[in-house]
């Protein structure tokens, strides 16, 4: 297959490597020849991920302050200076004056077990400084223990609270809250378990639960505190338990929740019962939100009523039935209405005319904040004119006008974004909606209400953007919890931000994944688009300036992990003054005690020399706040792993190592390695320490490691990491293990 873009590539390439190297040289955008600018549009990268945490395993990237000066994001397995030993481990960084630095967030452990597996952060505040964690490890004493997870709170003070028992559950099986208000003071959740003597009398489904400030509740009751549902409980939103299919399920300020009862799975408990969609607030009044206006005697109901979404709020939310809510309402399709909670007002979202026959799909739906503009996906022919019948369509809803955005195949809105002011819709679809797409792959498209017209994004110079590439927008971090779904749109919607492996530009001289920027029509590089690394977007804050991104790419100088993936900022006007040069450093940012590789060490090397004393010790924490205590002189050594003990590894599935330099408390060892597209945690390792020193501790394969060795040829490469949560140091090497094929 020949593309537009390798073609241009050869041509193009020695243009876009002087433009780098003149970027790289003033560390600041380009300002002439705006179309060979990387990254484009007055973009500078900023390295997030910097100090201690440039080249931590990512995991992914929850959520941003709106200012987009903070960000949280999970690594694998305990980092250096971390306080806790989670297997997805949580840092904050903050954007200073002098770049980003990092924290680490985590509640120090009280029992010597398997923290690893068994604590996860649940959701985080918006200011990305309170935090909720499940842990089946008691985190304070008295806490739940195994198979019970108690849900805790970690205060900005580092206080914890012990909130409650959540039942007997495995940690890394439990949902996630449906809800965490933006103070995380509320929390709501469906659970199996009843968690209060009132819910004792549930047969069948989960229950909707709200923990305000340290209170447990029952959200899914009437005024009075009685569950609404006899038989089948409730559930927070629908039940989905995923974000983007119940948006606002509780309002941001906690005070609103809406619970569905009975709970959907609970059916064939309780025939007698439909399930309606209901509005707890304050923990002392219930409304049921959905109770039909309709006064005909031919209503199409009573009938099922599902949650779709809410607006932040909580003033508007928005149901799907086939049951007609209005009296205008005459077609027996399944539909979408707004309510308004404060008044009980109903509108019809779905139909461009009384008595149009079309049925709305219970997916992905998106909404302004004020709930003027709505997006959703529907069958058939909605507005007169446009679509064929029975086709599966995107619809914009303008304050009472229906648009026609165009037919989604496969794709739905999951990955789609609404401009906060409504006015532009961007989207993912494998069908080709304009002459422009000429493939069966999915492009990146932008409706704009305000001119009627769609404009294909995901297409650049040439024509180029027809080879056989599917463009993406980023869905709900794989992390878990997000604080902020990922925006691809501006609050005005003039800049839309998308991954594609696809070279649109001559600047993008490889075939892997980078980020792009459409801004009022013009085609820009957020990503480097250097030979063999790649890129994906990650989401952007509201006004657009800071778009986040995920590279291996090394865009800064104080990058220095050798090509290891990073969090970048590309942000407009960013950039630091550049740092000292050596010998004019703060004689407290020290460097770290470095051990030489452990010789011996077959395969396996050490960690990378710090290039420059400007380089940022690995093995320090910031203080979490006050004087910080003299890090003791500690530094732990990478077990020796010789050619003999990797091969009985890969074949046995487990090696004891032994480790130096330990000290009393717990250690830990995992390895994490690249298994097709993804980062896998694929060794671990852990210890309770009693005496100083050497400690042996017996390293294990995973499921997943062991099957990828199975594969003639396999080839693991392993970052490896001892580390002492609440110590003061750790290292870092790579082992490769080969395959045992069988
Ligand atoms: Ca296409
Ligand atoms: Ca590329
Ligand atoms: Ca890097």
């Known amino acids: 297959v020949t593309r537009g873009g390798q073609t241009l590539g050869a041509v193009h ?43 931590v395993q990512l995991f992914g990237a929850n959520g941003w302050t709106p200012d987009g000066n903070a960000i949280a994001y999970g690594s694998f397995g305990p980092l250096p200076g971390a306080p806790s030993g989670e297997l997805i481990a949580m840092s904050v960084a903050t954007r200073t004056s002098q770049g980003w630095q990092a924290r680490r967030v985590g509640i120090p452990f009280t029992a010597p077990r398997a923290q690893l597996f068994e604590t996860r952060a649940f959701g985080v505040s918006g200011d990305l400084r309170t935090w909720l964690w499940g842990s089946a490890d008691p985190l304070v004493p008295g806490g739940p223990s195994f198979p019970s997870t108690g849900l805790y709170r970690l205060a900005p003070d580092g206080t914890v609270t012990l909130l409650g028992d959540l039942g007997s559950t495995f940690t890394f099986l439990v949902t996630d809250p449906e809800g965490v208000s933006d103070d995380a003071q509320h929390v709501a959740l469906s659970d199996n378990a009843a968690l209060l003597p009132e819910d004792a009398g549930r047969v069948a489904g989960r229950a909707a639960y709200e923990f305000a400030g340290t209170t447990l509740r029952l959200a899914g009751v009437e005024d009075g505190g009685a569950p609404i549902s006899s038989c089948g409980g409730s559930v927070v939103g629908n039940g989905s338990g995923d974000p983007r299919l119940q948006p606002n399920a509780m309002s941001r300020d906690g005070s609103k929740i809406f619970f569905t009862a009975p709970s959907p799975e609970a059916s064939f408990e309780c025939p007698d019962e ?33 949650f779709a979404a809410a607006t932040p709020d909580g003033a508007f939310a928005f149901v799907t039935t086939v049951e007609q809510m209005t009296d205008e309402d005459t077609a027996d399709n399944v539909d979408l209405y707004r309510i308004a909670t404060a008044t009980g007002d109903v509108t019809l979202v779905s139909a461009a005319q009384p008595g149009a026959s079309t049925d709305v799909e219970e997916g992905a739906m998106l909404t302004t904040d004020d709930g003027r503009h709505v997006a959703f996906v529907g069958y058939g022919q909605l507005v007169p004119g ?49 002459p422009s797409d000429t493939d069966e792959h999915v492009d990146v498209y932008r409706y704009d209400v305000a001119s009627d017209t769609l404009t294909q994004v995901s297409l650049g110079d040439g024509g180029a953007g027809n080879g056989a590439f599917d463009a993406s927008t980023p869905d709900v971090a794989p992390g878990g919890f997000p604080n902020e779904l990922p925006r691809s749109l501006s609050a005005d919607g003039r800049r839309a931000f998308f991954t594609t492996p696809e070279s649109l530009l001559p600047e993008d001289v490889n075939d892997r994944s980078d980020v792009y920027e459409w801004s009022d029509g013009r085609l820009g590089l957020v990503s480097a688009g250097t030979a063999g690394v790649e890129a994906t977007f990650q989401g952007a804050s509201p006004d657009g300036r800071d778009a986040f991104i995920q590279t291996d790419a090394t865009l800064t100088p104080d990058d220095r992990d050798n090509g290891d993936r990073d969090l970048y900022d590309a942000r407009v006007g960013g950039g630091f003054p550049r740092e000292p040069p050596p010998g004019e450093e703060q004689p407290s940012r020290e460097p770290p005690p470095r051990e030489p590789p452990p010789t011996g060490c077959g395969t396996c090397q050490g960690p990378p020399p710090a290039t420059g004393s400007g380089a940022t010790p690995k093995s320090t924490t910031p203080p979490a706040r006050g004087r910080s205590p003299p890090a003791p002189r500690v530094h732990l050594v990478l077990p020796k792993l010789s050619a003999t003990l990797l091969a009985r590894l890969a074949h046995s599935g487990t090696v004891v190592v032994s480790v130096r330099g330990a000290v009393t408390g717990r250690l830990t060892l995992t390895g994490s390695a690249r298994i097709g597209r993804r980062l896998r945690l694929v060794l671990t390792g852990a210890a309770q320490v009693r005496k100083a020193g050497t400690v042996h501790v017996r390293l294990r394969l995973t499921a997943v490691a062991r099957r990828a060795l199975r594969v003639r040829g396999a080839r693991l490469r392993i970052t490896l990491t001892v580390a002492q949560p609440g110590v003061h140091a750790g290292a870092r090497g790579i082992v490769v293990l080969k395959g045992v094929p069988r």
Request: glycine share 10%; with cysteine.
């Open 386 to 434: 446009k679509g064929a019948p029975g086709e599966r369509a995107a619809y914009l809803w303008d304050d009472g006008r229906l648009h026609y955005v165009g037919a989604l195949e496969q794709t739905d809105l999951r990955t789609a974004s609404l401009s906060a002011e409504g006015g532009v819709l961007l989207l993912t679809t494998a069908s080709q909606l304009l």
């Open 274 to 306: 439909l399930t309606h969609v209901y509005l707890r607030e304050n923990g002392t009044h219930t409304v049921d939100v959905s109770a039909t206006r309709c006064t005909r005697a031919d209503c199409q109901g009573p009938s099922l009523m599902h």
């Open 13 to 55: 390439r020695m243009r876009a490597a002087v433009a780098l190297a003149i970027a790289w040289a003033l560390c600041a955008p380009l300002a002439a020849t705006a179309s060979a600018a990387v990254p484009a549009g007055g973009r500078v990268w900023e390295l997030v991920t910097s100090g201690p945490d440039n080249g």
